[in-house]
């Protein structure tokens, strides 16, 4: 496997659809096998509630991402106090 395709199947998660819906992927129900998609695709697919992640990304699709993020700082300025 190449690092090209290496990197294609880091960026996709297998899904199974949960309800019936027509989209780019072609219709989907939930007796169709599960289909690949990107991350993207997958968390609009999640956040209407149409796909659930199968196999290994079922647990946590993303996870080494996130180890690889940098943890920002949020911290607020103090706010000044003029008296």
Known sequence: MSNEDKAAAADEVVVKAVKTFEGEEGFKTPESDAFPVSR??????????????VGDDAENPGADDLKKAAKPDNKQAPAPRNK
């Open 40 to 53: 993207l695709r997958f968390a609009d697919l999640k956040a209407n509630g149409l796909v659930v992640a």
